[in-house]
């Protein structure tokens, strides 16, 4: 059984910094699309941030180019979201999406339907 978990959420500060992880299990990361989405209060799910888990090729939406990275680290089976200079607009809940595969282009971004498996969702608060 496929299962996303994110951890990492929580309350920051205008300019803080967050790293949100998705754990993935019931199947190995290969060659396969994990994408991170957010939806805001009173606002529709949109495209963070996706990654080839195969050869780590990367998309960001452009409000949160040059501030978040995407990317697997030592632990398999896990993709992390690194948030830098977070400002009051990136408060949203956070879900990591899974798709058994990999074609280049910014469907990952905007294609939320393609995805097989979501997790539940971490809240992220950027607030004075």
């Known amino acids: 059984q496929v299962q996303l978990v994110e951890s990492g959420g929580g309350l920051v500060q205008p300019g803080g910094s967050l790293r949100l992880s998705c754990a993935v299990s019931?199947?190995?990361?290969?060659?396969?699309?994990i994408g991170w989405f957010r939806q805001g209060p009173g606002k529709e799910r949109e495209g963070v941030s996706c990654?080839?888990?195969?050869?780590?090729?990367?998309y960001y939406a452009d409000s949160v180019k040059d501030r978040f990275t995407i990317f697997t680290g030592n632990a398999k089976n896990t993709v992390y979201l690194e948030m830098n200079s977070l400002k009051p607009e990136d408060t949203a809940v956070y879900y990591c999406?899974?798709?058994?595969?990999?074609?280049?282009?910014?469907?990952?971004?905007?294609?939320?339907?393609?995805?097989?498996?979501w997790g539940q969702g971490t809240q992220v608060t950027v607030s004075s």
């Open positions: 019931g199947f190995t990361l290969e060659t396969d699309t």
């Open positions: 999406a899974a798709k058994r595969y990999w074609s280049d282009g910014t469907w990952c971004l905007v294609s939320l339907g393609e995805y097989d498996s």
């Open positions: 990654i080839s888990t195969n050869d780590a090729r990367t």
